[in-house]
């Protein structure tokens, strides 16, 4: 059995879904690497343990990430690290998306 994670994301010009495939006999593993990854953040940079691994803010230094915010080498390191553990989980990403204009030119009034 796959577990699926999704996220949607969008800006102005285009959204995306990505879905994030996870074996269900890995997903231990993955939790703990994962745990692993947060905990040595935690220590390493003073940030809260409630911490999540949300992309923008991760990138941008926002929320959890404020202490952070100028060290983007920190903050990359941190991201690298996450979709390391990931990659050893044997996890699968798919990745769609839609440029919006197109979307509404296609179906008028729709809005992803």
Excluded: N
């Excluded at 102005?12 to 993955?30: C, E, G, I, Q, R």
């Excluded at 992309?55 to 390191?77: C, M, N, S, T």
Aim: net charge negative; glycine share 8%.
């Amino acid at each position: 059995m796959l577990l699926a994670y999704i996220d949607e994301s969008y800006d102005d010009d285009d959204y995306w879904l990505t879905a994030l495939l996870v074996p269900d006999t890995d997903h231990a593993s993955l939790s703990k690497r994962l745990r692993g990854v947060a905990d040595k953040a935690v220590t390493a940079h003073g940030l809260d343990s409630s911490a999540e691994f949300r992309g923008y803010d991760v990138f941008h230094g926002e929320r959890e990430w404020e202490p952070l915010k100028a060290a983007p080498r920190q903050r990359i390191g941190i991201y690298k690290a996450v979709l390391d553990a990931v990659a050893q989980a044997g996890c699968r990403v798919i990745v769609a998306g839609a440029v919006r204009a197109a979307t509404e030119k296609r179906w008028p009034g729709y809005h992803p």
